[in-house]
Structure formats: structure tokens, C-alpha cells
């Protein structure tokens, strides 16, 4: 009980009090220091020139050769959808080697495996009709809103 009898709430108060009672010097020191701060850093930091940044030199890169004729530029285009086409054909034989796998796992592991891509196709084809009428909605949407303007 000995700690109860030194604390006293007049004495915090006071306390408080004295801690943010304004000292009187304290507006002409803090004059004092920003003026010292001003004129120090008027003397260290040198005034600068401005010099407006050179132009930058642009160089262009080409893949191509500029002076293609139009038939070069087809040939081309049919060359590279060959190419995105094979490119794609054996990403799908992959996926189905996979999915092949998973099939042989999940019959290994006596899971039914049919129901479950028959659940997944119905989801994948729900999805796809929600992804649709959100579409059609979306340009019903767009098309009476753009029709009122006209």
C-alpha cells in the first residue's frame, strides 16, 4: 500500500501541466533555428543550371524486311497459322495423354472416373452458357444504351 501513498492525481496534474505549459523563450529559439537553417542552406546548396535534357535517339527495330510485297506478307501469315495450328494439335494430344493418365489413376485408385467427367463437362458447359448471357446481356445493354442516342 506504501506505492498508493506517493502517487497523488495533483501531483499528475501538475505534472501535466508543467510538461505543456509553453516555455517563454521558445517562440524566438525556434526563430533563431529556422533562420540558421535558411541561411545555411542558402550558402551550401549552389544554385543550379537548368539544361533542358538531349533529345533521345530513337532506333527502330525491325523483324521484318521493310520492302515486303503483299504477297510476301501472306505467305508469311499462312506460314505462321501452319505453324500456331501444329502448335496447338499437340498441345491438345497432350491434354488428352494426360487426361488418359488420370483416367488409368483414378481407375487404379477405384474412382469413378466417368461420372466425374461427365460432372465436369456438365460445369464446363454451364459455365460457358453463363459466360454467353452475360455476353448477350452485355451488348443488349450496350446496343439500347447506344440507340437512345441516336
Do not use: C
Not at 501538475?14 to 541561411?39: H, K, S
Amino acid at each position: 500500500m506504501s506505492f498508493f501513498r506517493k502517487v497523488s492525481p495533483t501531483g499528475a496534474v501538475r505534472d501535466f501541466l508543467e510538461v505543456w505549459t509553453g516555455n517563454p523563450y521558445r517562440w524566438p529559439v525556434l526563430a533563431v533555428a529556422m533562420g540558421f537553417t535558411t541561411v545555411l542552406m542558402v550558402i551550401v546548396i549552389p544554385k543550379s543550371e537548368i539544361v533542358p535534357p538531349d533529345k533521345p535517339e530513337i532506333t527502330y527495330i525491325t523483324t521484318f524486311e521493310p520492302n515486303r510485297t503483299d504477297a510476301q506478307i501472306i505467305a508469311s501469315n499462312i506460314a505462321n497459322q501452319k505453324k500456331q495450328d501444329k502448335l496447338r494439335a499437340e498441345e491438345a494430344q497432350q491434354e488428352e495423354t494426360r487426361k488418359n493418365l488420370y483416367r488409368e489413376l483414378g481407375k487404379a485408385t477405384f474412382i469413378d472416373t466417368d461420372s466425374m467427367e461427365k460432372q465436369i463437362a456438365k460445369d464446363e458447359a454451364a459455365d460457358k452458357a453463363a459466360a454467353e448471357k452475360k455476353r448477350a446481356d452485355a451488348d443488349a445493354a450496350w446496343k439500347a444504351e447506344h440507340s437512345d442516342k441516336q
